[in-house]
Protein backbone atom coordinates (compact mmCIF):
# COMPACT_ATOMS: atom_id res chain seq x y z
CA UNK A 1 0.00 0.00 0.00
CA UNK A 2 2.87 2.29 0.65
CA UNK A 3 4.55 1.75 -2.22
CA UNK A 4 1.36 2.53 -3.87
CA UNK A 5 0.91 6.04 -2.49
CA UNK A 6 4.98 6.68 -3.16
CA UNK A 7 4.26 6.06 -6.63
CA UNK A 8 0.90 7.86 -6.99
CA UNK A 9 2.91 10.88 -5.09
CA UNK A 10 5.70 10.58 -7.75
CA UNK A 11 3.34 10.80 -10.50
CA UNK A 12 1.63 13.93 -9.28
CA UNK A 13 4.67 15.55 -8.50
CA UNK A 14 5.66 14.88 -12.04
CA UNK A 15 2.16 15.97 -13.59
CA UNK A 16 2.80 19.56 -11.35
CA UNK A 17 6.10 20.19 -12.22
CA UNK A 18 4.95 19.49 -16.22
CA UNK A 19 2.04 22.22 -15.84
CA UNK A 20 4.59 24.65 -14.71
CA UNK A 21 6.99 24.39 -17.41
CA UNK A 22 7.17 27.56 -19.20
CA UNK A 23 8.91 27.58 -22.84
CA UNK A 24 10.47 30.41 -24.91
CA UNK A 25 9.30 30.89 -28.48
CA UNK A 26 10.49 32.84 -31.43
CA UNK A 27 7.86 35.24 -33.95
CA UNK A 28 8.16 36.15 -37.07
CA UNK A 29 5.96 37.68 -39.81
CA UNK A 30 6.47 40.00 -42.56
CA UNK A 31 2.52 40.25 -42.61
CA UNK A 32 0.31 43.30 -42.42
CA UNK A 33 -1.68 41.41 -39.67
CA UNK A 34 -1.03 37.65 -38.15
CA UNK A 35 -2.80 36.26 -34.95
CA UNK A 36 -1.37 32.71 -33.46
CA UNK A 37 -4.06 30.64 -31.84
CA UNK A 38 -3.27 27.73 -29.31
CA UNK A 39 -5.73 24.81 -30.09
CA UNK A 40 -4.42 22.63 -26.63
CA UNK A 41 -4.22 23.18 -23.06
CA UNK A 42 -1.54 25.14 -23.33
CA UNK A 43 -1.67 29.50 -23.33
CA UNK A 44 0.57 32.12 -23.24
CA UNK A 45 1.57 33.85 -20.70
CA UNK A 46 3.85 36.87 -19.50
CA UNK A 47 7.65 36.78 -19.72
CA UNK A 48 8.68 34.68 -16.20
CA UNK A 49 10.98 36.55 -13.44
CA UNK A 50 14.27 37.59 -15.19
CA UNK A 51 13.22 37.36 -18.55
CA UNK A 52 10.99 39.82 -20.88
CA UNK A 53 9.01 40.17 -23.57
CA UNK A 54 10.34 42.16 -26.48
CA UNK A 55 8.08 43.54 -29.68
CA UNK A 56 9.99 44.89 -32.76
CA UNK A 57 8.36 46.24 -36.19
CA UNK A 58 10.52 47.51 -38.83
CA UNK A 59 7.42 49.83 -39.83
CA UNK A 60 5.25 50.05 -36.31
CA UNK A 61 2.28 48.33 -35.18
CA UNK A 62 -1.20 49.57 -35.56
CA UNK A 63 -2.42 47.01 -32.35
CA UNK A 64 -1.26 44.17 -30.49
CA UNK A 65 -3.50 41.58 -28.23
CA UNK A 66 -2.40 38.63 -26.39
CA UNK A 67 -5.40 36.39 -24.33
CA UNK A 68 -4.44 33.37 -23.28
CA UNK A 69 -4.89 31.20 -26.22
CA UNK A 70 -4.34 33.77 -28.89
CA UNK A 71 -1.90 36.52 -29.68
CA UNK A 72 -3.02 38.84 -32.73
CA UNK A 73 -1.10 41.77 -34.04
CA UNK A 74 -1.44 44.69 -36.93
CA UNK A 75 1.07 46.82 -38.31
CA UNK A 76 1.10 49.67 -39.70
CA UNK A 77 2.05 48.60 -43.48
CA UNK A 78 3.68 45.19 -44.06
CA UNK A 79 6.78 44.93 -43.27
CA UNK A 80 8.80 42.71 -40.70
CA UNK A 81 8.17 42.18 -37.21
CA UNK A 82 9.72 39.88 -34.45
CA UNK A 83 9.10 38.92 -30.87
CA UNK A 84 9.52 36.50 -28.43
CA UNK A 85 6.38 34.77 -26.52
CA UNK A 86 6.19 32.82 -23.60
CA UNK A 87 3.96 29.51 -23.37
CA UNK A 88 3.05 27.27 -20.06
CA UNK A 89 2.54 24.33 -21.16
CA UNK A 90 2.27 20.50 -19.78
CA UNK A 91 3.11 18.56 -23.33
CA UNK A 92 5.71 18.67 -25.24
CA UNK A 93 3.80 19.42 -28.28
CA UNK A 94 2.32 22.62 -28.78
CA UNK A 95 -0.74 22.78 -31.24
CA UNK A 96 -1.17 26.12 -33.46
CA UNK A 97 -3.51 27.15 -35.81
CA UNK A 98 -1.07 30.18 -37.83
CA UNK A 99 -2.90 33.06 -39.93
CA UNK A 100 -1.26 35.81 -41.94
CA UNK A 101 -2.99 38.92 -43.84
CA UNK A 102 -2.02 37.94 -47.62
CA UNK A 103 -1.15 34.77 -49.44
CA UNK A 104 2.05 36.18 -50.31
CA UNK A 105 3.53 36.80 -46.75
CA UNK A 106 5.04 34.13 -44.03
CA UNK A 107 4.66 33.88 -40.49
CA UNK A 108 7.02 31.54 -38.81
CA UNK A 109 7.07 30.79 -35.17
CA UNK A 110 10.03 28.70 -33.83
CA UNK A 111 10.87 26.91 -30.42
CA UNK A 112 14.39 25.45 -30.08
CA UNK A 113 13.03 22.22 -31.12
CA UNK A 114 11.13 23.26 -34.12
CA UNK A 115 9.76 25.57 -36.56
CA UNK A 116 6.38 26.25 -38.07
CA UNK A 117 6.16 28.86 -41.29
CA UNK A 118 2.83 29.38 -42.61
CA UNK A 119 3.78 30.58 -46.09
CA UNK A 120 1.57 28.72 -48.42
CA UNK A 121 -0.84 30.45 -50.62
CA UNK A 122 -3.99 28.94 -48.55
CA UNK A 123 -7.15 30.79 -50.05
CA UNK A 124 -7.93 31.57 -45.98
CA UNK A 125 -4.54 31.93 -45.01
CA UNK A 126 -4.25 29.80 -41.99
CA UNK A 127 -2.51 27.01 -41.35
CA UNK A 128 -2.59 23.99 -38.51
CA UNK A 129 0.56 23.39 -36.88
CA UNK A 130 2.22 21.23 -34.61
CA UNK A 131 5.20 22.70 -32.61
CA UNK A 132 7.87 20.18 -30.25
CA UNK A 133 8.98 22.40 -27.49
CA UNK A 134 11.96 20.97 -25.19
CA UNK A 135 11.91 17.23 -25.03
CA UNK A 136 12.13 15.43 -21.80
Not at 22 to 30: G, V
Not at 58 to 77: A, Q, V
Not at 79 to 104: D, E, F, H, Q, R
Not at 111 to 131: I, M, V
Request: proline residues 3%; positive net charge.
Amino acid sequence: MKVLIAIALLFSIHALNAEERIYELEFESDSNWTSIEIRDDAVFVNAPPGSSMNVTSRNGLRSFTMSPKKIHLRSRTRGLVNMNVYVKSPNNVLGLTICKGSASSYTSIKSEQSRQKNDLREQDHCEAAALVLNLF
